[in-house]
Antibody, heavy 120, light 107 residues
Framework: EVQLVESGGGLVKPGGSLRLSCAASGFTFSSYSMNWVRQAPGKGLEWVSSISSSSSYIYYADSVKGRFTISRDNAKNSLYLQMNSLRAEDTAVYYC?????????????WGQGTLVTVSS | AIQMTQSPSSLSASVGDRVTITCRAS??????LGWYQQKPGKAPKLLIYAASSLQSGVPSRFSGSGSGTDFTLTISSLQPEDFATYYC?????????FGQGTKVEIK
C-alpha cells in the first residue's frame, strides 16, 4: 500500500525557517517524481514544487522561488521541503504527492498533510 | 504562468442530477489537464488525467473532455458521496497551476 507521511510542520515566526519531510513507503520511491502542494486555510490548492526521480529536474512556483528548496533522498525514501524567509501567506497545509507512473503523470497519491503556521 | 479559470465557483444540485464543471486555460495546454475531488479535511483524489482518462477505481459516472483551452468535468448522475470541491490542474509546462475550485453542494 502506497503511504506518504508528512512531518515537520508547526508554528514559526515571519522570516523564520522550517523543514518539511515526507516519508514514502509501499512503492519504489526512486522511480517517481514527487511534489509539494499547499492549501491555505479555507482556500484552494496551490502547486509549490516538483522534483524528478533522480533530482535532475526541479521546478518551483513563482511565489516560493528563491525561498523554498525541494530535495529528496532516495536511499531514505524521503522527500523534503526547506522553507526559508517564511511569510504569513505561506501559512497552509502542505501535502506531499507522488506523480502517477504514466506518460500523463498527475499526482495520484497524496499524504494527509502537515500544517505550517507563520505568525508572530 | 498559465492561469486556470474554473466555473462555476459553486453550485447546488440534487442527487441524480447531471453536473458539469468547466475549466479554461489562459493558453493552449493540449490535453495536459487533470481533475481532482477534495472532501473537507482530506487530501485531494485524482479523478481524471490527460483531460479524459478515468483514473483506476473512479466510478464511470465521472468523465472529462476537452483539449487546448476548454475542458469539462461531468458527473452523469450525482451521488451523495460526490458532494465535495473539485479542482482542475494543468501540467503543460512543468509549472503546474490549479483552478480555484468548484464546490458542489446539496440542493
Amino acid at each position: 500500500e502506497v503511504q506518504l507521511v508528512e512531518s515537520g510542520g508547526g508554528l514559526v515566526k515571519p522570516g523564520g525557517s522550517l523543514r518539511l519531510s515526507c516519508a514514502a513507503s509501499g512503492f519504489t520511491f526512486s522511480s517517481y517524481s514527487m511534489n509539494w502542494v499547499r492549501q491555505a486555510p479555507g482556500k484552494g490548492l496551490e502547486w509549490v514544487s516538483s522534483i524528478s526521480s533522480s533530482s535532475s529536474y526541479i521546478y518551483y512556483a513563482d511565489s516560493v522561488k528563491g525561498r523554498f528548496t525541494i530535495s529528496r533522498d532516495n536511499a531514505k525514501n524521503s522527500l523534503y521541503l526547506q522553507m526559508n524567509s517564511l511569510r504569513a501567506e505561506d501559512t497552509a497545509v502542505y501535502y506531499c504527492a507522488r506523480d502517477a507512473p504514466i506518460a500523463a503523470a498527475f499526482p495520484d497519491y497524496w499524504g494527509q498533510g502537515t500544517l505550517v503556521t507563520v505568525s508572530s | 504562468a498559465i492561469q486556470m479559470t474554473q466555473s462555476p465557483s459553486s453550485l447546488s444540485a440534487s442527487v441524480g442530477d447531471r453536473v458539469t464543471i468547466t475549466c479554461r486555460a489562459s493558453q493552449g495546454i493540449r490535453n495536459d489537464l487533470g481533475w481532482y475531488q477534495q472532501k473537507p479535511g482530506k487530501a485531494p483524489k485524482l479523478l481524471i488525467y490527460a483531460a479524459s482518462s478515468l483514473q483506476s477505481g473512479v466510478p464511470s459516472r465521472f468523465s472529462g473532455s476537452g483539449s487546448g483551452t476548454d475542458f469539462t468535468l461531468t458527473i452523469s448522475s450525482l451521488q451523495p458521496e460526490d458532494f465535495a470541491t473539485y479542482y482542475c490542474l494543468q501540467d503543460y509546462n512543468y509549472h503546474r497551476t490549479f483552478g480555484q475550485g468548484t464546490k458542489v453542494e446539496i440542493k
